[in-house]
């Protein structure tokens, strides 16, 4: 027996089951607000809008920073 496929809501939005809704690549979108920290030291810089904390480096010890939620 083939899969029934569900009918199209009003507006035309569908999201297939057992997807995500995280946006492209897979972040998060944590918004522009916010701090990078550092995992090793702890210090803790302004997120800057448009600059993934991954690609910042801690002006301590040079480490790559992670986004603080």
């Known amino acids: 027996m083939p899969k029934r496929i569900p009918p ?3 507006g035309g939005r ?9 946006g492209r ?3 998060f979108g ?3 607000g916010g701090e ?3 995992p090793r030291c702890g210090a803790r ?3 800057q809008r448009g600059i993934p904390c ?3 480096k801690c002006p301590k010890c ?3 920073m992670v986004r603080a939620t």
């Open 36 to 38: 990078c920290v550092c």
């Open 62 to 64: 040079g480490s790559p």
């Open 30 to 32: 944590l918004g522009p």
């Open 25 to 27: 690549m897979g972040g």
């Open 45 to 47: 810089v302004p997120h």
């Open 14 to 22: 569908f999201r297939a089951p057992g997807r995500g809704g995280r």
């Open 54 to 56: 991954y690609s910042v």
């Open 8 to 10: 199209i809501p009003p």
